[in-house]
């Protein structure tokens, strides 16, 4: 599906109407229909944003991460934070478990969909960085995360 913006559409609804002040035109052809096999946008899978889909599979990457925690449910919510093009999905755990009361896991984004690069910690309030992935490789990130960092949960 594409996304039109409010004032395209508008323009366009209005269209038929503006026809009787314009010159004649040539009959337009109908566009066809997108290819099935048509490539999705980078960082897309399906036709979801690379930011959605992180945060759709951040709560079962913490369970993975985080394995002597199996009882642990994760909220996954966007960041405002940017490093570059990646993705920051924050993360809060149900419970005080795991060590951390929050986490921000820090995604790439490829023609594969999104792929985990680090984890960092809230940490005496600030974000630190606890972990990486092999996927990283040789791309250096910051020991902290830039911000203050907030209460987990709050708005």
């Given at each position: 599906m594409v996304r039109v913006p409010r004032t395209v559409a508008l323009a366009l609804a209005a269209m038929p109407f503006l026809g009787a002040c314009s010159p004649a035109e040539e009959p337009q052809v109908p566009a066809s229909p997108p290819s099935e096999h048509a490539s999705p946008p980078v960082g897309a899978v399906g036709s979801m944003e690379c930011g959605d889909s992180a945060l759709l599979e951040a709560p079962?990457?913490?369970?993975?991460?985080?394995?002597?925690?199996?009882?642990?449910?994760?909220?996954a919510r966007p960041t405002d934070v940017v490093i570059?093009?990646?993705?920051?999905?924050?993360?809060?755990?149900?419970?005080?478990?795991?060590?951390?009361?929050?986490?921000?896991?820090?995604?790439?984004?490829?023609?594969?969909?999104?792929?985990?690069i680090a984890t960092y910690a809230l940490d005496e309030g600030r974000f630190v960085l606890l972990a990486t992935t092999d996927v990283l490789g040789d791309e250096e990130?910051?020991?902290?995360?830039?911000?203050?960092?907030a209460e987990p949960g709050a708005p």
């Open positions: 079962g990457e913490a369970a993975t991460a985080f394995p002597d925690n199996p009882g642990v449910e994760w909220t570059g093009e990646l993705v920051i999905v924050g993360l809060t755990p149900d419970r005080d478990e795991v060590g951390y009361p929050e986490l921000r896991f820090v995604y790439r984004c490829d023609t594969h969909g999104p792929a985990r990130l910051p020991a902290e995360l830039a911000g203050p960092a």
